[in-house]
């Protein structure tokens, strides 16, 4: 049974902790949080839990195995580091630090100490992001073009980070595990401070890939609707991922094809006369077997720990999306 310490309950903290209560593969022996109000909340809903205000009572404690991080951004690289100072596994929440020198940290004290870190990339434990990560590996949709996401809404303005940093995790994260990782060949983003000095509201982030794949990323809180689209265009077929519809994925086999043009080698051997032609097929909804990403997730983290398994939301993967954000 691997022993939990949870730091902050705040707004996705819940979650998080609901997940670790219901998981029989480990037992969450304390939640730290400085809020009374959250303090008690836990308290109410989990009352055989150990609570405190005092981060030192969790890397005091022999009997903690690993540390779930779920506090404001600008916190995760100090308590990051002091958990694997104190000999503790770590799944940190989203983004995983605000810099490179800080994930290059977090990075070189886990080897030392040989210690698990793992970023909260949720949506990599999606049931549908990984029904599309199959697409992709499997060639269904041909050679990946581009990839077109838009995260927006309407509310919940943060002063700590802005839309990027809030936002955009999710998307570079996902598109990073389409891709396998790569390095992108370059990174443009553009955003706009509308309401608070110094904090897009509003953010273009543009990411070009080796094999002329080009991602783009639309954030806002400053939307009148709620989106969460992504779509995937291949050479062969397309794909949209939208996160809020009851059918999630839709496959659309369309495309535009070249055809050959009569002449000498009867293969496109005159390049100015080339034809086109449009295809139109069927549109797909596959049945996706959901389960909540969260459950994924945790189990995931348990499994590196106690098996070895290879960490997809580990130290490498984490580090590249800060690499996009920060540049």
Known sequence: MLNIAQIGVGYWGPNLLRNLVSNKRCEVKKVVDLSPER?????????????????EEVFRDPLINAVVIATPVATHFDLAM???EAGKHILVEKPIATSLEEVDKIKEQARRANLLVMAGHTFIFNSAVRYVKKCIDSNEIGDVRYIYSQRLNLGRIRSDVDALWNFAPHDISIIQYWLNNPKPLSVFKQGV?????????????NIVYPGKIMANIHVSWLDPRKVRTMIIV??????????????KIAIYDKGIDRMAVLGENMDYDKPF?????????????????????LKVEIDHFIDCIENGTECI???????????ILAS
């Open 273 to 293: 006369s080339l034809s086109f032609s449009h295809r139109s097929g069927d549109i797909l909804l596959p049945t996706i077997n959901f389960q909540e990403p």
């Open 82 to 84: 002091k958990a694997l």
């Open 234 to 247: 291949g050479s062969k077929k397309m794909i949209v991922y939208d996160d809020v519809a009851e059918n």
């Open 193 to 205: 401070d509308y309401i608070q000095n110094g904090i897009h509201d509003v953010v273009f982030l």
């Open 39 to 55: 303090r008690d909340y836990v308290r109410r809903l989990y009352p055989a839990i150990q609570l405190s205000d005092r981060l």
């Open 313 to 323: 939301t580990g130290i490498d993967h984490a580090r590249k999306v800060v690499e």
